[in-house]
């Protein structure tokens, strides 16, 4: 059996017994009468509406408390934890598919890839997996858009040798041929089916028009471009990511402070700093307002709309994230589900939902699938929802209903440990104000519903969106059999017909 299994489980075994056991005889509570349901203890209310909270306190944690710095230079944020023997290390490099070349879009997520599935210097593949199996350790390495990370999860008593193979891994990677040709097998094979599903069509399609085809946002590999992954390639992308110049680490769990730094720099010793990689380019397209159609026959279409918005730091961010839980990211509480689902029946679930990035403006989208008679009908809707927020000032209730959730769930970025310090990381990476997590729920009390109307006026305009639909064009267009909508309602019919795209070129089909 896995070794942190069985300390997990006698961990959790003690606490069982301590919370499960029962009490000694002439102590603890008394049992209830039998017969009969037990007293109300006194001043319980009578009735759940009549219970009252007091306010949450919670003071989030400063970053500079749990920030170190090596000899080296190289950041490195601690918080000890003692409940279980376990020790948890994260390696943050700036730098993923923003760093891909024009002509290999996906390089660097195959290159972490085949850092952690390659094998090292010194052992190979197999034998590399079967030693972290013997000491119950787990690696992980992955890159995204913007950054590369690797994890490693030890028990404390194999700590020292469990760090080696890790960070022998990150500095020392072989890319073994075999391993390496099988990752591209399996990659080709994946991308043969990515047109079986009409949400991977209208993803891809519609970060085509947000970001522009050659922006990394929308980049997609190719058979071709994978085929044209080699050892060298991925050589290249790692000496380029993977060094301590373009490092931030954090560690949590069971260990000594001053012993673990002093481990951090004994296993990082030698290892040559290099640039830190630069920020990801913003994206020079313009997304064009109109109707956009890709064909695929499905007795459901599926449909997103939006247009270009924010960056996270926007002045107006915070009024903006609590309009969208409003309008579409509240769950059933929101006004498009309500409408859309609750009180036409029209999908299963639609939302909407606002992404700012960090570089340049992200974007905002509401989305939603529904049987191909309807598609119009729920489109109508939804855009009747976005105007609805632009011509009149929403509920007090909406109001303080997204403020609570916002303020509610505020914590539970500070959850755990890891999840903390992936915070601090973030923050130092992407040089987040100082005093954001200090002020963000004061400046959320103060939003108004004027404030919503505001930015629902700035950056939520129905005339400047995009709608995309991925379906049986012949059966969408027509509307549903009532005559409430058809797709001529929007920009005047006028359709533009995007190809549907070889799945292994992303060339357009006949």
């Not at 994230?321 to 609750?342: E, H, K, P, W, Y």
Request: aromatic share 8%; hydrophobic share 40%.
């Amino acid at each position: 059996m896995n070794l942190r299994v069985v300390a997990l489980a006698l961990a959790l075994g003690v606490v069982a017994v301590l919370l499960f056991s029962p009490p000694k005889r002439g102590g603890g509570p008394a049992a209830p009468v039998a017969g009969g349901a037990a007293p109300p203890a006194a001043g319980l209310p009578g009735r759940p509406e009549e219970i009252a909270f007091r306010p949450l306190e919670f003071t989030p944690p400063d970053a500079a408390s749990f920030r170190r710095v090596l000899p080296d230079g190289t950041p490195v944020y601690l918080a000890p934890a003692h409940e279980f023997p376990l020790v948890n290390l994260a390696l943050t490099f700036k730098g993923g598919a923003s760093l891909d070349p024009a002509d290999v879009p996906g390089l660097a997520a195959l290159t972490a890839r085949m850092v952690r599935e390659g094998g090292t210097k010194k052992l190979a593949p197999a034998a590399f997996d079967e030693t972290l199996d013997f000491l119950a350790t787990e690696a992980a390495v992955a890159a995204n858009e913007t950054f590369t990370t690797a994890t490693m999860n030890c028990l404390k008593s194999n700590l020292d040798e469990s760090l080696a193979l890790f960070v022998g891994m990150l500095r020392e990677p072989a890319f073994d041929p075999g391993r390496l040709d099988t990752s591209k097998a399996r990659i080709t094979e994946m991308l043969k089916q990515r047109n079986d599903d009409a949400s991977s069509i209208l993803s891809r399609e519609w970060k085509r028009l947000v970001y522009g085809p050659d922006h990394f946002e929308s980049a997609e590999p190719t058979g071709r471009s994978v085929a044209a992954i080699s050892r060298d390639r991925l050589a290249a992308m790692h000496e380029r990511v993977f060094h301590p110049g373009n490092m931030i680490v954090a560690v949590s769990g069971d260990f000594d402070e001053r012993e673990m730094l002093a481990k951090l720099e004994k296993a990082f010793a030698g290892w040559q700093r290099g640039p830190a990689a630069p920020d990801p380019e913003a994206p020079t397209a313009v997304l064009e307002p109109g109707l956009y159609h890709v064909p695929k026959e499905i007795p459901q279409g599926k449909v997103v709309l939006g247009l270009r918005s924010i960056t996270r730091d926007d002045p107006d961010a915070i009024p903006l994230v609590l309009l969208n839980d409003i309008l579409g990211a509240g769950g059933f509480t929101s006004r498009i589900m309500q409408q859309v689902r609750s009180n036409e029946g029209l999908a299963y679930s639609a939302r909407s939902t606002l992404a700012p990035k960090v570089y340049y403006p992200g974007d905002f989208r509401a989305g939603f699938e529904s049987k191909n008679p309807t598609v119009a009908l729920a489109t109508k809707i939804v855009l009747e929802q976005i105007s609805g927020v632009r011509d009149d000032l929403v509920t007090e209730e909406e109001l303080e209903t997204a403020k609570a959730s916002a303020i509610e769930t505020f914590p539970r970025q500070f959850e755990s440990k890891p999840a903390m310090l992936r915070v601090f990381v973030n923050d130092e990476w992407t040089n987040r104000p100082e005093d954001f997590w200090k002020t963000f729920r004061e400046k959320v009390r103060a939003t108004t519903r004027e404030d919503l109307k505001r930015v629902a006026e700035k950056h939520l305009d129905p005339g400047k969106m995009a709608i995309l639909v991925v379906g049986d064009w012949d059966e969408i267009a027509k509307g549903d059999l009532q005559g409430r909508a058809t797709m001529n309602d929007f920009f005047g019919g006028t359709v533009k017909h995007l190809p549907l795209r070889d799945p292994l070129t992303l060339e357009p089909l006949p």
